[in-house]
């Protein structure tokens, strides 16, 4: 058995399959991926990374495991699954995620076939697991792998608690404790025993102000959009979706600037010369064939932008989120007896959703010297005819709400 100090959970006992799981080349590859991104060009201490928090959830899905009462090989596959749920994520994490999936068709939750060769498959098999029913947890597949993935999985419950330590903020903290004493299997569904629909708005409610806060702070959108474009360069020459796949953040960081289509974004980035807000839009002021256009269409709206303001086609961002959604309202928690949807049971859960869809932006992004041309621009050709969405900066006259502000 090793133990791990860690700076949320205090230590971390790991043993059997994964202590031997712990130094494999895929995850000690985890070492080496930042756990937010771009969030450190906005919270400098966000340094943490995929490593220590697949740990954090290998330890929680320990004690919900020893709380639930399952023991066995049962067991194992789900502490094996804790401690490999990450593995198939690309560099910088989430902040490619969806261009790492329009070249290879694979999220980071897709790794069936990264357990099924090398030396974690014999690991997994060495300890008589099959590493196909391991993957599936991962992908919370069965009545097991709502723990690893789903609505009130042991990694929701560390992520927000650790990024909210390294951060600073104070709107991820929750009581994980008292979640994952408070799990129950009821008819084969994983929910919160009675009682405890104020937890589980607790949890709902971390996450949505951290999502302003924290994940989706317009800095570190920017610095996410500006990495995208710059990575999706080298995916149109030699590097191929797969070899992204597989990288950590230094090497793609090393890819960038040794390539002179991107050496100057990969400067730009490590210098923290972003681009600013040309325009920052509300979803009411948004046409519905903007809000969900493909990736091919938001490029064309790009290239016309900078035609007709006269600029370079890399000099216009055009960053537009997915709707909201709160998948977090179908939490399941029992009340009288029987299972409820946390949005059936809770009237906090609608009025976070229209919180949710007020904070809810379309940003374009530009040169300092060429945001206000380009936003004048992008209004007209984006359909955007409301007084107020443009801004290089938070300045008299434009609203600031809790997104705009910054720490630096």
Same mark, same amino acid.
């Given at each position: 058995? !090793?133990?791990?100090?860690?700076?949320?959970?205090?230590?971390?006992?790991?043993?059997?399959?994964?202590?031997?799981?712990?130094?494999? !080349?895929?995850?000690?590859? /985890?070492?080496?991926?930042?756990?937010?991104?771009?969030?450190?060009?906005?919270?400098?201490?966000?340094?943490?990374?995929?490593?220590?928090?697949?740990?954090?959830?290998?330890?929680?899905?320990?004690?919900?495991?020893?709380?639930? $009462?399952?023991?066995?090989?049962?067991?194992?596959?789900?502490?094996?699954?804790?401690?490999?749920?990450?593995? @198939?994520?690309?560099?910088?994490? %989430?902040?490619?995620?969806?261009?790492?999936?329009? %070249?290879?068709?694979?999220?980071?939750?897709?790794?069936? =076939?990264?357990?099924?060769? $090398?030396?974690?498959?014999?690991?997994?098999? #060495? %300890?008589?697991?099959?590493?196909?029913?391991?993957?599936?947890?991962?992908?919370?597949?069965?009545?097991?792998?709502?723990? *690893?993935?789903?609505?009130?999985?042991?990694?929701?419950?560390?992520?927000?608690?650790?990024?909210?330590?390294?951060?600073?903020?104070?709107?991820?903290?929750?009581?994980?404790?008292?979640?994952?004493?408070?799990?129950?299997?009821?008819?084969? =569904? /994983?929910?919160?025993?009675?009682?405890?629909?104020?937890?589980?708005? #607790?949890?709902?409610? #971390?996450?949505?102000?951290?999502?302003?806060? &924290?994940?989706? %702070?317009?800095?570190?959108?920017?610095?996410?959009?500006?990495?995208?474009? #710059? +990575?999706?360069?080298?995916?149109?020459?030699?590097?191929?979706?797969?070899?992204?796949?597989?990288?950590?953040?230094?090497?793609?960081?090393?890819?960038?600037?040794?390539?002179?289509?991107?050496?100057?974004?990969?400067?730009?980035?490590?210098?923290?010369?972003?681009? !600013?807000?040309?325009?920052?839009?509300?979803?009411?002021?948004?046409?519905?064939?903007?809000?969900?256009?493909?990736?091919?269409?938001?490029?064309?709206?790009?290239?016309?932008?900078?035609?007709?303001?006269?600029?370079?086609?890399?000099? *216009?961002? /055009?960053?537009?989120?997915?709707?909201? +959604?709160?998948?977090?309202?179908?939490?399941? *928690? &029992?009340?009288?007896?029987?299972?409820?949807?946390?949005?059936?049971?809770?009237? /906090?859960?609608?009025?976070? !959703?229209?919180?949710?869809?007020?904070?809810?932006?379309?940003?374009?992004?530009?040169?300092?010297?060429?945001?206000?041309?380009?936003?004048?621009?992008? *209004?007209?050709?984006? @359909?955007?005819?409301?007084?107020?969405?443009?801004?290089?900066?938070?300045?008299?006259?434009?609203?600031?709400?809790?997104?705009?502000?910054?720490?630096?």
């Amino acid at each position: 058995m !090793k133990t791990i100090k860690d700076s949320v959970h205090d230590h971390i006992e790991v043993s059997e399959v994964a202590q031997d799981l712990l130094d494999t !080349k895929p995850v000690q590859r /985890l070492r080496h991926i930042r756990q937010l991104g771009t969030v450190d060009l906005v919270y400098p201490s966000a340094n943490h990374t995929r490593f220590e928090h697949s740990l954090g959830v290998y330890h929680l899905a320990d004690r919900a495991l020893s709380h639930l $009462g399952i023991e066995g090989r049962q067991a194992e596959r789900v502490r094996a699954a804790a401690l490999l749920h990450d593995v @198939g994520h690309g560099p910088y994490s %989430h902040n490619l995620e969806a261009l790492i999936h329009r %070249h290879t068709g694979d999220y980071h939750d897709d790794v069936d =076939e990264l357990l099924s060769r $090398g030396e974690v498959a014999e690991i997994l098999e #060495a %300890h008589d697991l099959d590493p196909e029913r391991i993957a599936g947890l991962v992908a919370g597949e069965g009545r097991l792998g709502q723990l *690893v993935s789903g609505e009130l999985d042991v990694d929701r419950m560390d992520y927000l608690v650790r990024d909210a330590h390294h951060t600073g903020v104070p709107y991820g903290t929750i009581d994980h404790g008292r979640l994952v004493r408070e799990l129950r299997f009821v008819d084969g =569904e /994983l929910a919160l025993a009675a009682g405890n629909v104020q937890t589980a708005e #607790a949890l709902l409610l #971390a996450r949505a102000l951290m999502n302003p806060v &924290v994940y989706n %702070h317009p800095v570190a959108r920017i610095g996410k959009a500006m990495l995208r474009r #710059a +990575t999706e360069r080298l995916l149109d020459g030699d590097l191929s979706g797969t070899e992204l796949r597989r990288m950590d953040d230094h090497d793609l960081l090393v890819t960038l600037r040794n390539d002179e289509r991107t050496s100057r974004d990969a400067e730009r980035l490590g210098r923290r010369d972003l681009y !600013k807000r040309a325009v920052w839009a509300e979803l009411r002021d948004t046409p519905d064939e903007l809000v969900d256009a493909d990736h091919t269409t938001v490029r064309e709206w790009e290239a016309e932008i900078a035609e007709r303001a006269g600029v370079d086609a890399e000099s *216009v961002i /055009l960053d537009v989120p997915a709707r909201p +959604t709160m998948t977090e309202s179908s939490t399941r *928690v &029992v009340v009288s007896g029987e299972i409820r949807p946390l949005g059936r049971q809770s009237t /906090l859960v609608e009025a976070l !959703k229209t919180t949710q869809r007020e904070q809810w932006r379309l940003g374009v992004y530009a040169p300092a010297d060429d945001a206000e041309r380009i936003g004048t621009v992008a *209004v007209s050709v984006l @359909g955007l005819d409301i007084e107020g969405t443009l801004v290089s900066d938070v300045r008299p006259g434009v609203h600031a709400t809790l997104d705009e502000f910054s720490t630096e």
